[in-house]
């Protein structure tokens, strides 16, 4: 029999409670997956990735999947607020914001009903090529305003902003590697939601009902190593208590902590 992780052995010694809850967890995972938020915990996403039950699409690239939440993640939420008062004050000299993770424009329709988001600002939405496609058409259909697309970085403008909000759970890729596909590093990070522990990073599957989602856990001092190594010096932070994040089947883990970030690029 292979031998049990230490921390789980030390789980079960000091807190048997968590043992006991992440045994339903992971009884409720072999019976239902469906009834679970968050299941399993892996190394890297490629892990994540080949855990998917049977059936289930992955990820987030799958017209399936498109419009999950889309309402919801269109309104403005208590989370947001951060994003917009630092925004409001960069927003009189900045020309292009790359909304990376953007969706179909959820907070630059959310942001939009306080800020003049539309102001001659090249708003560029980078997302997957399924959200993609459906942003397009819906421009065509008037369905959208003032906003544009990309799937690809190598189209991606040189942006004076980066708006990084919900995404970083599911960015498949190191952070400093997809910064640094862009033409140049951008003046302003504006990073929201970003999932953090204080031990090593971990990806999850979140429970889309037809879809699982690798989703990250980001170990947070490596995270803002990382920022400091790019040359971003952190301004402002914030933390977002409901957004924490427990993995059912792995509560020994602990609860995640959820943040945001605004980080500016050091003068050289
Ligand atoms: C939770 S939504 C965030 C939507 C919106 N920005 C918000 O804050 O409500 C996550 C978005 O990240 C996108 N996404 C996931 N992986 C991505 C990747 N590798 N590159 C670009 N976008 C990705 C998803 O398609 C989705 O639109």
């Known amino acids: 029999m292979s031998k049990l992780p230490a921390t789980l052995q030390q789980t079960i010694s000091t807190r048997p409670i968590l043992f006991v809850r992440g045994a339903i967890g992971h009884l409720l995972a072999l019976l239902r997956s469906s009834y679970l938020r968050h299941r399993g915990a892996y190394a890297s996403f490629g892990e994540a990735v ?158 889309f009902g037809c879809a699982e989602i690798p989703y990250q856990i980001r170990n947070r001092t490596e995270f803002v190593a990382t920022l400091g190594e790019l040359g971003y010096d952190i301004i402002d932070e914030w933390l977002i208590p409901s957004l924490s994040r427990t993995i059912q089947t792995h509560p020994h883990l602990g609860r995640s902590v959820s943040r945001g970030y605004y980080a500016r690029l050091r003068e050289i």
């Open 50 to 207: 080949a855990a998917v039950r049977p059936g289930a699409l992955v990820g987030y690239d799958n017209d399936e999947v498109v419009m999950h939440s889309f309402e919801y993640m269109s309104e403005l939420k208590l989370e947001d607020y951060p994003v917009m008062f630092w925004l409001d004050r960069l927003l009189p000299s900045v020309d292009v914001i790359l909304d990376a993770g953007g969706h179909l424009g959820t907070k630059h329709r959310a942001f939009g009903r306080h800020l003049e988001v539309d102001r001659a600002i090249n708003w560029t939405i980078y997302d997957l090529s399924a959200i993609v496609r459906v942003g397009r058409r819906f421009l065509e259909e008037g369905k959208l305003l003032g906003v544009s697309f990309i799937d690809d970085l190598s189209d991606a403008p040189d942006a004076d902003v980066l708006l990084a909000s919900g995404l970083l759970q599911y960015l498949d890729a190191p952070f400093d590697v997809f910064l640094k596909k862009l033409p140049a590093l951008p003046r302003h990070l504006l990073i929201n939601k970003i999932q953090t522990r204080e031990g090593p990073t971990v990806v999850t599957l979140e429970n």
